[in-house]
């Protein structure tokens, strides 16, 4: 069975700081798709960064980055220079095999802290 | 792109009732989704639905539930006979290129008294 754990259920970050959100997966697919979005109090799920397992080079999208280690199924997300807005629930996603079929974490809630 | 559009928003029903939940995605997407998110618990996929047809469906996707996309544009999630764990957040999405880049509507949230 393909699962994703996020075993940081809340985290808090001074704003400028760093913070690093972890989560691993497993599955026996050997292509396959990870994601983070991120969930504001609105509720919308919001698209954050995608990683192409077959890719080596990790991902980064502006102040956002992962450290993808596929040999120990770990997926962890790095934001830098924390803001007041990236406060919301993290979801950590795979795909594999199925289109579409994304399978979550069940998350990390971040406050970024004044 | 433009975003993914769900309407209701926000629908109280009571146990037992149909209800509908509409989504307007751009029409030439091929590649649409039902996700649902039971307040405080993860997201969980219900179906996908590919040129027209449903090409792929959870378990929590039984007899109660349908989709289909009657005009084209709009696609609906039906769920026959609402329970009290039907409350949740339904999210709609789109992938417009096939290669697994899912932009979500912003849900319909579904309150079954």
């Known amino acids: 069975a393909q699962t994703v754990t996020q075993s940081q259920p809340e985290m808090s970050v001074q704003e400028a700081e760093t913070v690093t959100l972890s989560c691993t997966y497993d599955?026996?697919?050997?292509?396959?798709?990870l994601f983070w979005y991120k969930q504001p109090p609105s509720r919308q799920m919001i698209l954050v960064i995608r990683?192409?397992?077959?890719?080596?080079q990790n991902a980064t999208e502006n102040r956002f980055s992962v450290n993808f280690q596929k040999a120990a199924k770990s997926f962890s997300l790095k934001i830098s220079d924390s803001q007041l807005g990236d406060t919301a629930m993290y979801f950590c996603?795979?795909?594999?095999?199925?289109?579409?079929?994304?399978?979550f974490g069940k998350g990390t809630k971040l406050s970024v802290k004044p | 792109e433009p975003e993914v559009t769900q309407t209701p928003s926000h629908q109280v029903t009571q146990m037992g009732q149909e209800v509908i939940l509409r989504c307007v995605p751009i029409?030439?997407?091929?590649?649409f989704y039902w996700y649902r998110q039971i307040l405080g618990q993860k997201v969980e996929f219900l179906v996908s639905f590919y040129n027209n047809e449903i090409s792929e469906k959870s378990e929590i996707f039984d007899d109660q539930f349908s989709v289909e996309r009657p005009d084209g544009s709009n696609f609906t999630l039906k769920i026959r006979s609402t329970k009290l764990e039907d409350s949740a957040m339904y999210f709609c999405a789109r992938d417009s290129s096939g290669a697994n880049v899912l932009t979500f509507g912003a849900g319909s949230r579904l309150t079954v008294l």
């Open positions: 990683q192409e397992a077959y890719k080596q």
């Open positions: 029409s030439n997407h091929l590649y």
């Open positions: 996603a795979f795909i594999g095999g199925s289109q579409g079929n994304l399978i």
């Open positions: 599955t026996s697919e050997n292509n396959y798709y």
